[in-house]
């Protein structure tokens, strides 16, 4: 089980997300602004986020770029969730460091199908990681 930080100013959209991901047998932290994704991912440490572009307060690229540039939350992997479809905010959004991105509308079983996915390489380069070091 995987702790996931939504962040979504739709509450239908944020529902649907909690209960997806719940079903998948995940524990779901939600927010609904950008200032709230920075304290809750500090105070949670969740395994991944899934981060809207278009949000109030602080819009999701911002978000990300603070939580690249944060040494507490840089590893954490972020999938943006997005109606934005451009070239040039899905380039950004990965040049800024997402995981993967993915535009509205979207499937969401896919969405959790990507998530399980980049918590499984996360886990085995965590893993890697200490085996390097103690070994």
Same mark, same amino acid.
């Given at each position: 089980?995987?702790?996931?930080?939504? #962040?979504?100013?739709d509450p239908l959209l944020r529902?649907?997300?909690?209960?997806?991901?719940?079903?998948?047998?995940?524990?779901?932290?939600?927010?609904?602004?950008?200032?709230?994704?920075?304290d809750l991912a500090q105070v949670?440490? +969740?395994?991944? &986020?899934?981060?809207?572009?278009?949000?109030?307060?602080?819009?999701?690229?911002?978000?990300?770029?603070?939580?690249?540039?944060?040494? =507490? =939350?840089? #590893?954490? +992997?972020?999938?943006?969730?997005t109606a934005l479809k451009h070239?040039?905010?899905?380039?950004?959004?990965?040049?800024?460091?997402?995981?993967?991105?993915?535009?509205? +509308?979207?499937? +969401?079983?896919?969405?959790?199908?990507?998530?399980?996915?980049? &918590?499984?390489?996360?886990?085995?380069?965590?893993?890697?990681?200490?085996?390097?070091?103690?070994?």
């Amino acid at each position: 089980m995987a702790r996931i930080l939504i #962040a979504d100013d739709d509450p239908l959209l944020r529902a649907l997300l909690q209960h997806k991901l719940a079903a998948a047998e995940h524990q779901v932290i939600a927010a609904e602004h950008g200032g709230e994704v920075l304290d809750l991912a500090q105070v949670h440490k +969740p395994d991944l &986020i899934v981060l809207d572009a278009m949000m109030p307060v602080m819009d999701g690229f911002e978000v990300l770029r603070r939580l690249k540039s944060d040494e =507490t =939350t840089r #590893a954490v +992997p972020v999938i943006m969730l997005t109606a934005l479809k451009h070239e040039k905010d899905i380039v950004g959004g990965l040049q800024l460091g997402a995981a993967d991105y993915l535009a509205k +509308p979207f499937i +969401p079983e896919e969405l959790v199908q990507r998530i399980s996915r980049i &918590i499984a390489d996360s886990s085995m380069e965590r893993d890697d990681a200490r085996s390097r070091r103690s070994g």
